[in-house]
């Protein structure tokens, strides 16, 4: 898989946005996102999730990728 993405950004010339799918696996850990502002509404009544989700995307920054991941929506 990672040479499909590395030669995703060799086409795009150096820089991707590719999404993370995050709401996938808030989905998969019980959050309810069938509400326009679904994201909001786990931050209201599930914060923990968030939490728990966003740990899993940090150690990339630890394995000498060159990538920075961002979530506009926590």
């Given at each position: 898989?990672?040479g499909?993405v ?20 808030l989905?998969?850990?019980?959050a309810?996102i069938?509400?326009?502002l679904?994201?909001a509404?786990?931050?209201?009544t ?7 989700v966003?740990?899993?995307?940090r150690?990339i ?6 990538a920075?991941l961002?979530n506009?929506?926590?």
């Amino acid at each position: 898989m990672a040479g499909v993405v590395e030669e995703l950004v060799k086409k795009a010339g150096g820089c991707a946005v590719i999404d993370g799918g995050f709401a996938t696996q808030l989905e998969a850990l019980g959050a309810d996102i069938n509400d326009p502002l679904w994201s909001a509404a786990c931050l209201i009544t599930k914060p923990h999730l968030i939490k728990e989700v966003t740990p899993a995307t940090r150690p990339i920054h630890s394995t000498g990728r060159r990538a920075c991941l961002h979530n506009a929506s926590s």
